[in-house]
């Protein structure tokens, strides 16, 4: 029957710059998925149990401010703690070239920064969440 | 504005023109769009003509510059007696490192210092909180404490040169921090000049680093605007702020409109707290966004000037120097891109330029990383100088308001004023200001013209070069700013000795004598300079006021 | 499914989820885990709320949620937001404000879309109170999408319905006559330092002067102001108050009769439709039977009577 994909959209840390997380946020709303906006600041404790009882299929990080390394890596490493493994991680905002092998390297599955066209990142989803 | 005559005249021909020549030459050399719409989707003609503004009295609506409505700049020589003073927003990692980047910027020819915090120090905690970790140094300085303050201009004549601060929520506390350090430099509270944005009502509507519920933190900005014009004669206590709006998505109308409504509300409750405007009114000043459209920047720019003269007036203000618009600008970050980062150069010098011709009193040039990361020094560098060749080399300085007369700017600039107050009535039917940001008007406004952008841009109906026309595939070459990995640690010792080695009861003392004063209705600068002399921590501080006035959560809205 | 059944009874977040998660996509082994459970149902007492948008339910939710803690309750929250009729998306932002609570492992909060339900409920939220308070949630509340009239679905899963109102949407609550203004057994007037409260509350009051007569209880009507925490310790006793007459006068019963009523209605709904549009083996006749009512070479209702006749074989 109906198998919608579900989104968690989040800023963790401090970083309020919203702007391209509600776009996002939209435009995967667009193309029929159920995306739930958790608003700014956000712990990972907060997003990883959010994950948990929204049972999202995917989680989209966004963080402009540069902490994305230390950030980033707090919310993976708690899925895998929690074994949520299925889940697929994927990111966006201010983040150098050079840091996206090591993000890749704990479980961020895409970096998607500034310049990124709406649908790369529902394509990316579509072929790349476990369902 | 024109002689009746020959503007039926003038009327009839451009009529004949465009039934014949125009469209004769249309018929076979169609034009590039079907439509010429600017950012705020406003239809621009092909041409204007004298017919464009005869509505218009040169007098009344347009004027000369230095007397109302200021429309045409706010002083008689505008450039021509001193240039807009060159401001590079800046600040990274601890106040050690900040400091040097401005001892190179002040080198390299810049007039006047902007620091740039980092988040926890905008969110009012210390660099050793549980909400800070991750976050220290990375896009501004960490400032937690009175001695980071010393550190951070140590060296640098503040008596000398004026000093902005990009800092809101806690911005009452870190003005404290630069009064007390003045203070303590042995530099006189009427000899510091400078600027603290202190503009909470865009935390609301775009930026998001508010802490407290509006009416408290109204409630500190008066209290700055109080203790500023009385004890701080030379300090603009607030920076009415449309950069953020903008960045966040909106137009230019409504950037425009929404900071100027916001500034009328500022000055509303100041009023309503006793304030006499003429004492406080010439100390606000505004902060606005260079961003692409050319002509719409400068009529922007224009229009808030005629506008907020107006309103002023309205409000009861004698003085020119409380209806006289003073502005900085900065050119917008958010028109940058990651790809192919050298010719972000190009994009900022045409958005400085509007601001020039504009009649910015100060201004911000981005540097070509700034999509990539923090500015490193030779890009911030080059961005320094893109405004040093504007002044000594364009000559567009020569004379005042050059682009005054032009039938297109008239034009847009009256459209803009025009449009402007169509806002005002919906934010009045609204119950006011802060009613509409309770009600999410300002956010949702700003989110669908954010959304309507990315729509235009990934359906290619508007073009970013390097993104989706002129794509290249070639690696990013420049050199990125890297910063002192031991910067967080020294930071946190510092923390560490300094609440080991300051009189920690006349702290507490201090503290307890700022939340007595916070629950009940004083003036609370004097109680947070005596917190910041004793050493309190920025986050101690705030602390109280938020164990007093609450914090602040946003509704969801896209 | 044995095991994601008694996982669920264990309270284990994760199972829970994923039972939502089937029953929502109307899969089979989510039948099987809502089949095991249902005996361990009934304990948790369900809450509407309903209102208009910018009326503070969500903040009044979390106060709520803040209050039933404090006294050792655990707490379910379902929070509905419509689904795109275009795109068969939704943006689920009730969660915004109540993301404190979420590290608190004695509140559970879930967002469901509409996914095409009208009526201000979302299909699976009959299942999701089930799983809920199988779960051992003692306290379940559940927010409707706000809005308008026909939005009064609510009633039939909730055993006290709060109608949420703000002063100053005024002339609305006289041209109101039926529809929201009908179903609410507390009505909350929220953000009550606004002006225009004690016109709100009054005219209120005179709408249920007129529609008390001859019964029993006499709607009452509270004034709140979420975001300052003022009116939540009165509005949790009017709600026992409400649950206590239910008991009483044995109306709970009907009520908790009334929901499993509609909950079997809409899993059979749910079925059949399924059954006849997306699995049936003759779910292509179906389709050409759309296009030929389209020709006009047959009307509906023979149509239906030929797709009913088959199954009804």
Known sequence: MEQKIRVLVAKPGLDGHDRGAKIVARALRDAGMEVVYTGLHQTAEMIVETAIQEDVNVIGLSLLSGAHMTLFMDVTKLLKEKGLDDVLVIGGGIIPEEDIPKLKKVGVSGVFGPGTHCDDIVDFIRKNVKK | MYDKKKLDNIKKNKEEWNKDCYAKHVATHAERKKDFKNLSSLDIKNIYAPDDISHLDYEKNIGFPGIYPFLRGIHPTMYRGRLWTMRQFSGFGSAEETNQRYKYLLEHGETGLSVAFDYPTLYGYDTDHKLSRGEFGKCGVAISSLKDMEILFSGIPIDKVTTSMTINGPAAIVWAFYVANAENRGISKNDIGGTIQNDILKEYIAQKSFIFPPEPSMRLIVDTFEYGYKEVPRWNTISISGYHIREAGSTAVQELAFTLGDGVEYVKWAIKRGLKIDDFAPRLSFFFNAHNDFFEEIAKYRAARRIWAQELKKLGAKKDRSLLMRFHTQTAGCTLTAQQPEINIARVTMQALSAVLGGTQSLHTNSMDEALALPSAKAARIALRTQQIIAEESGVTNTVDPLGGSYYIEWLTDRMVEETYKYFDKVEKLGGVIPAIEKGFFQREIAESAYRYQKEIDEKERFMVGVNKYQMDEPVEIPILKMDEKGEERQINRLKNLRKNRNNSKVNRNLENLRKAAEGDKNLMPFILECVHSYATLGETCDILREVFGEYTEPAIY | MKDIAAKVLGGDSRSIARLITLAENGSVEAASAMKEIHHSTGNAYVIGITGVMGSGKSTLIYELTREYRKKGLKVGIIAIDPTSPF?????????????????????????????????????????????????????????????????????????????????????????????????????????????????????????????????????PVLTTIAKQKKGITELINEIDNHKNYLKKTKKFDLKRRNRYEAELVEIIRK??????????????????????????????????????GKILK
């Open chain 3, 87 to 219: 795109s068969g998306g939704a943006l689920l932002g009730d969660r915004i404000r109540m993301m404190e609570l979420a590290v608190d492992n004695g509140v559970f909060i879930r967002s469901l879309g509409t996914r095409g339900m009208l009526g201000g409920l979302a299909s699976a939220v009959y299942d999701v109170v089930e799983i809920l308070d199988a779960s051992g949630k003692d306290i379940i509340l559940v927010e409707t999408v706000g809005v308008g009239q026909a939005e009064v679905d609510v009633i039939k899963i909730a055993d006290t319905t709060l109608v949420v109102l703000v002063p100053g949407l005024g002339d609305s609550i006289q041209t109101i006559k039926a529809g929201i203004m009908e179903i609410a057994d507390i009505y909350i007037v929220n953000k009550a330092d606004r002006n225009g409260v004690e016109q709100a509350v009054a005219e209120i009051e005179s709408l249920i002067d007129i529609s008390s007569v001859g019964k029993d209880r006499k709607t």
């Open chain 3, 271 to 308: 079925r059949l439709m399924n059954f006849i549009f997306d699995e049936s083996t003759f779910k292509e006749k179906v389709e050409s039977l759309i296009d030929k009512i389209s020709k006009k070479e047959v009307d509906p209702y023979t149509a239906a009577d030929e797709i009913l």
